[in-house]
């Protein structure tokens, strides 16, 4: 995406390189992405975005445009991020949900999987939900909110908002507290998980489709 909006940029203003608040995953949705660029237009900020938008494709959208202070950077000035990952439970499921919900029909223990996501709240050290390979040497990150609702047709919403995100920390952290809500594993298991740093002893990644990043805070 983000060479997108180079190109849809550089169509009207000259190339200039665009800073995302956050990576997310390959086939991981966003409604709030946010991204910084020194930009040379000319332009008020609302030409910005109708240029921006006659450029691009149709699944990608400029929603705002705003002058900032100089020196502003998305991903240094994040103060905290919010991601939403949907769990579609019903028993046949529905073709407009298919790209955009994890499909899992099966029962579920609604308070084991709230007392599992309510032990990673907090600051810890999440390096157990981190995706191998990663270089990131201080794995220490703070959620400030792990909450899951139920909505129509058995569909469960896990909302995650934390400071900061390893890679894959979120679907990991999802996949096992659906693990929790399947009875392969106890609710206070998390704390020896979050303890033990390795990933193999953590949950199944969720799919990416499921997930969004719903908002960025600056």
């Given at each position: 995406m983000?060479?997108?909006i180079?190109?849809?940029?550089?169509?009207?203003?000259g190339y200039?390189?665009?800073?995302?608040a956050?990576?997310t995953?390959?086939?991981v949705?966003a409604?709030?992405q946010a991204?910084s660029?020194?930009?040379?237009?000319?332009?008020p900020?609302d030409?910005?975005r109708?240029?921006m938008?006659?450029?691009?494709?149709?699944?990608?959208?400029?929603?705002?445009?705003?002058?900032m202070?100089?020196g502003?950077?998305?991903?240094?000035?994040?103060r905290?991020?919010?991601y939403r990952?949907?769990?579609d439970?019903?028993?046949v499921?529905?073709?407009?949900?298919r790209?955009?919900?994890?499909?899992l029909?099966?029962?579920?223990?609604?308070?084991?999987m709230?007392?599992?996501?309510?032990?990673?709240?907090?600051?810890?050290?999440?390096?157990?939900?981190q995706?191998?390979?990663?270089?990131v040497l201080?794995?220490?990150r703070?959620l400030?909110?792990v909450?899951?609702?139920?909505?129509?047709?058995?569909?469960?919403?896990?909302?995650?908002?934390?400071?900061?995100?390893?890679r894959?920390?979120v679907r990991s952290l999802?996949?096992?507290v659906?693990?929790?809500?399947?009875?392969?594993r106890?609710?206070?298991?998390?704390?020896?998980?979050?303890?033990?740093r390795?990933?193999?002893?953590?949950?199944?990644?969720a799919?990416?489709h499921g997930?969004?990043l719903?908002?960025v805070?600056?």
């Open positions: 983000q060479g997108l180079e190109d849809a940029h550089a169509r009207f203003a200039a390189s665009v800073a995302g956050s990576r995953d390959a086939g949705h409604l709030g991204a660029v020194v930009s040379k237009a000319e332009q900020v030409g910005i109708r240029g938008n006659a450029a691009l494709p149709d699944d990608v959208r400029v929603l705002d445009v705003r002058e202070p100089r502003f950077h998305a991903r240094y000035h994040a905290s991020k919010a990952y949907f769990i439970t019903a028993a499921q529905l073709p407009f949900d790209r955009y919900a994890w499909h029909p099966y029962p579920y223990d609604l308070e084991a709230r007392d599992a996501a309510a032990r990673f709240v907090g600051t810890h050290d999440f390096a157990a939900l995706g191998s390979g990663s270089s201080n794995t220490v703070t400030t909110r909450d899951i609702s139920e909505g129509e047709r058995g569909r469960l919403v896990i909302e995650v908002e934390g400071t900061g995100f390893l894959y920390m999802v996949g096992t659906v693990e929790v809500g399947h009875g392969r106890p609710a206070h298991g998390i704390d020896a998980i979050l303890a033990t390795t990933r193999a002893e953590a949950g199944r990644r799919p990416a997930l969004c719903v908002r805070d600056f």
